[in-house]
């Protein structure tokens, strides 16, 4: 007999908060729930509405399969879960893992913790380049190597490149000849973008129900950026060698 659980929603961030108010976590639905008794303790947790699973004006073909996917750097760091709270990014979580059937949309991976992998929420974007709006279209579930390889630049900031490619080519078949053009070209859009500054456009989260924080400026965004590359180290935004 399955037990009706009354589930919660905990952020990351909450739940040693949580758990020491009487939380639970069911490792199969990967949620948090109340044990019977505990209801009105965990109140603070009560959840939201669940997601759809279909956001609206969502585009769930775009971007299919493994591909380098490089934002224009004045975006760097900003992105989905910068811009709205920590408990309404836990609901997107669990939609976008739960419609993927809790694997990788790329290569078809599930979470391994001793390998260091898990799924991961990663944005696809299109950009109007005559109103210089860049603007979200689909939320896909990635693993942690397919997201490393999408954004291939940040990839190369923390040293992991060779990785990287290595995974491109393990997933699409792709010779290094071909994955190190593939690579080129990402680049090239992606220096042709960083040299505009591009608005967001957040509707289909806003339109399902979910608060958006409003991001920042274009000229904050860059200094984020910065920022944040410093406490990182130095980038070293270079193309990888067609030959090992």
Same mark, same amino acid.
């Given at each position: 007999?399955t037990?009706?659980?009354?589930?919660?929603?905990?952020?990351?961030?909450?739940?040693?908060?949580?758990?020491?108010?009487?939380?639970?976590?069911?490792? %199969?639905?990967?949620?948090?729930?109340?044990?019977?008794?505990?209801?009105?303790?965990?109140?603070?947790?009560?959840?939201?509405?669940?997601?759809?699973?279909?956001?609206?004006?969502?585009?769930?073909?775009?971007?299919?399969?493994?591909?380098?996917?490089?934002?224009?750097?004045?975006?760097? /760091?900003?992105?989905?879960?910068?811009?709205?709270?920590?408990?309404?990014?836990?609901?997107?979580?669990?939609?976008?893992?739960?419609?993927?059937?809790?694997?990788?949309?790329?290569?078809?991976?599930?979470?391994?913790?001793?390998?260091?992998?898990?799924?991961?929420?990663?944005?696809?974007?299109? /950009?109007?380049e005559?109103?210089? %709006?860049?603007?979200?279209?689909?939320?896909?579930c990635?693993?942690?190597?397919?997201?490393?390889?999408?954004?291939f630049? /940040?990839?190369?900031?923390?040293?992991?490149?060779?990785?990287?490619?290595?995974?491109?080519?393990?997933?699409?078949?792709?010779?290094?000849?071909?994955?190190?053009?593939?690579?080129?070209?990402? /680049?090239?859009?992606?220096?042709?973008?960083?040299?505009?500054?591009?608005?967001?456009?957040?509707?289909?989260?806003?339109?399902?129900?979910? %608060?958006?924080?409003?991001?920042?400026s274009?000229?904050?965004?860059?200094?984020?950026?910065?920022? %944040?590359?410093?406490?990182?180290?130095?980038?070293?935004?270079?193309?990888?060698?067609?030959?090992?």
């Amino acid at each position: 007999m399955t037990l009706e659980r009354t589930w919660l929603d905990v952020s990351y961030g909450e739940k040693d908060a949580a758990k020491a108010a009487g939380a639970r976590w069911d490792g %199969t639905a990967r949620r948090w729930y109340a044990p019977p008794g505990k209801e009105a303790a965990l109140q603070e947790w009560a959840p939201a509405p669940d997601v759809p699973d279909l956001l609206p004006g969502e585009d769930r073909a775009l971007g299919q399969g493994l591909f380098v996917d490089l934002v224009p750097s004045s975006c760097w /760091f900003t992105n989905v879960r910068s811009c709205v709270t920590p408990r309404d990014w836990e609901r997107l979580r669990r939609m976008i893992t739960r419609r993927a059937g809790m694997r990788c949309e790329a290569c078809g991976a599930v979470e391994n913790r001793a390998e260091k992998r898990w799924l991961e929420a990663h944005e696809r974007w299109t /950009f109007d380049e005559q109103r210089l %709006t860049q603007k979200l279209v689909r939320l896909i579930c990635l693993c942690t190597d397919c997201h490393t390889v999408t954004h291939f630049g /940040f990839a190369q900031v923390r040293g992991l490149g060779e990785e990287a490619l290595a995974h491109l080519m393990r997933v699409t078949g792709m010779s290094r000849r071909l994955a190190t053009e593939h690579v080129d070209a990402a /680049f090239e859009v992606w220096q042709m973008r960083s040299r505009r500054s591009y608005a967001l456009d957040l509707s289909i989260l806003t339109e399902a129900g979910v %608060t958006v924080v409003p991001p920042p400026s274009a000229q904050d965004r860059g200094r984020v950026a910065e920022e %944040t590359l410093r406490k990182q180290g130095p980038p070293s935004l270079r193309r990888p060698q067609q030959h090992a």
